[in-house]
């Protein structure tokens, strides 16, 4: 059997989980998977192919070419880039794996006090022979601010009341007992973004909710204010993020996602002011991957023996 590995961009996927138990030729791709004919190519005779979050699309488009492909194992339980009809059609099995909600979290308030304190500007001056050059902002006393307040948002607000932050949140059902819930209080979108000293997006990508944060929401953040995407590129209106970043109308951006992944070497966001950018790093820690790994090695066992396992189709 034939089973090729996507979009192991760091090659560590081998490393995480025992392969060998599964008695095939496995196949581990690194490099990121550039249009429908590459995938075609790079997959070839696979039965199984195994998919790095949304890396890689599985469109229907695509699925009907891969004419060899009877399971599909994406790492974590949802993927909004696999056509799960499409697949089910075609009689291919998709199965997922569980995931660590505490890294993307962790990440978030690295990248809050990474921009408030200019962390990264301070460790390159540090680095060239220089001593301090900025002013860091303070957390303590101060609102944040968070939309969405589904599992991730949750900790990320606790974490906040820990900061001694004043907690507010956002999404479209929420009500006060739920945002209580968690030591936060329930405000308008509006207010939010008009009275926060951080804003960070945690919520779900949708077509109701894409560029849920747009120019008008960004013209009412105060100057001094930070603004943090860890949750998906779609929700906000980048291009208006970065004239924002540009024009000095708000502190600065800590961004982990992108429309276009991996970021293109001349994309502008590169050269923005005001910004820690990261590559894409919410879910990229040694806990998730070992989870990710080794349930995917589970996963396509069960499947070899007939009773697949944490079906998603």
């Not at 070839?44 to 695509?62: C, K, N, P």
């Not at 962790?106 to 002013?135: C, F, K, Y």
């Not at 207010?191 to 945690?202: A, G, I, M, P, Q």
């Not at 070497?265 to 050269?271: E, G, I, K, N, T």
Request: proline share 3%; with cysteine.
């Amino acid at each position: 059997m034939h089973i090729v590995v996507l979009d192991d961009y760091q090659n560590v996927a081998a490393d995480f989980a025992n392969w060998q138990e599964l008695g095939a030729e496995v196949e581990f791709v690194s490099r990121p998977i550039h249009d429908t004919e590459d995938l075609v190519q790079t997959v070839d005779g696979a039965e199984v192919v195994v998919a790095m979050r949304e890396r890689t699309l599985f469109s229907a488009e695509r699925l009907a070419q891969l004419r060899d492909l009877k399971l599909l194992v994406t790492t974590g339980r949802i993927n909004a880039s696999i056509d799960l009809d499409a697949a089910r059609a075609q009689g291919i099995t998709v199965c997922g794996t569980e995931s660590s909600t505490s890294a993307t979290p962790e990440l978030t308030w690295g990248l809050i006090l990474s921009v408030l304190r200019s962390i990264p500007t301070e460790d390159a001056a540090m680095h060239s022979g220089g001593w301090q050059s900025t002013v860091g902002g303070d957390l303590f006393g101060h609102r944040l601010g968070i939309i969405g307040l589904g599992r991730l948002g949750t900790q990320v607000a606790r974490v906040g009341a820990a900061f001694g932050m004043d907690v507010v949140a956002w999404s479209q059902n929420l009500d006060e007992e739920r945002a209580a819930d968690v030591g936060a209080h329930a405000v308008s979108k509006e207010e939010l973004f008009s009275t926060s000293d951080v804003v960070t997006v945690h919520y779900k990508l949708s077509e109701r909710s894409r560029l849920l944060v747009a120019a008008k929401e960004l013209s009412l953040m105060k100057p001094n204010s930070i603004f943090i995407n860890t949750s998906r590129a779609g929700l906000v209106d980048m291009e208006a993020l970065q004239d924002a970043l540009a024009a000095g109308r708000i502190r600065g951006a800590g961004i982990d996602v992108y429309d276009l992944e991996p970021l293109p070497h001349d994309h502008a966001l590169r050269s923005t002011p005001r910004t820690v950018l990261t590559p894409h790093l919410g879910y990229v820690t040694e806990d998730t991957y070992r989870i990710f790994f080794t349930q995917t090695v589970e996963n396509i066992a069960a499947w070899m023996a007939g009773e697949p396992v944490r079906l998603l189709t």
